[in-house]
Structures are given as structure tokens and as C-alpha cells.
């Protein structure tokens, strides 16, 4: 077997996250260390990107603060992702969100797409 893959397997979280795609609207509860005192911070936006495969796979989340745009790059496998909620399914036609950068207000809304929950026997 490859070292790297190797590798990758002992530093594997083996969490279960719920499966999200780009334009959807995720709540990312990343614990964040200031000293000795540990923290849960939530941080709420739109899914812009997904990029990489396997271990590496990270995710871009994009949210609007005080009129600023704020993007943050959360790796899957990052063992600091408390956990993840989808609050909206977007529909959009594109892997990568990019537009979204030059839009403000309501032309950066995304129409919301219905799921169908299938409930398990």
C-alpha cells in the first residue's frame, strides 16, 4: 500500500456528515482553541465550492458579516468540525459558485430545491 494512503488512514476522522452540495446553506460548528479554553463556533453561509477527493476533500463556505463577504475553507476530515446541518437545499446549475462574489442583496439569493426525505424501513 502507498505510505500517504497509509497515512491518511490513521489521521481519518470517521465521522458521519450528512452529504451537501455547492449552493446549499450549511451551519459548520468548528471548535476553535484561544489558550487553554475550547470553543464551538458556528458559522452559517453558502457552500460556493467543493474541491479534492477522498481525505483531502474541503468545502468553501461563503456568508455575508457586516456587509463584508467572508469565505472559509473547512477541510472534511478536519478533526475540529463538531458537526454540520444543511438549513437549505439550493438550486443552482454550476459546481462552483463564484458569481455569488459580485452580487449583493437580493440578487445573491439562491432558490431553494425540494428534497424528498426518504424515510428508512
Request: glycine share 8%; proline share 3%; net charge positive.
Amino acid at each position: 500500500m502507498d505510505l500517504i494512503k497509509i497515512a491518511e488512514q490513521a489521521f481519518a476522522t470517521g465521522k458521519e456528515l450528512p452529504e451537501f452540495f455547492p449552493g446549499d446553506t450549511i451551519t459548520v460548528a468548528y471548535r476553535i482553541k484561544e489558550g487553554n479554553k475550547e470553543r464551538i463556533q458556528q458559522y452559517r453561509g453558502v457552500v460556493i465550492k467543493i474541491t479534492g477527493e477522498g481525505m483531502k476533500k474541503r468545502f468553501t463556505v461563503r456568508k455575508i458579516s457586516d456587509n463584508i463577504g467572508v469565505e472559509r475553507i473547512f477541510p472534511i476530515e478536519s478533526p475540529f468540525i463538531d458537526s454540520i446541518v444543511i438549513n437549505k437545499h439550493g438550486k443552482v446549475r454550476r459546481a462552483k459558485l463564484y458569481y455569488l462574489r459580485g452580487l449583493t442583496g437580493k440578487k445573491a439569493r439562491i432558490k431553494e430545491r425540494r428534497v424528498v426525505i426518504k424515510k428508512e424501513a
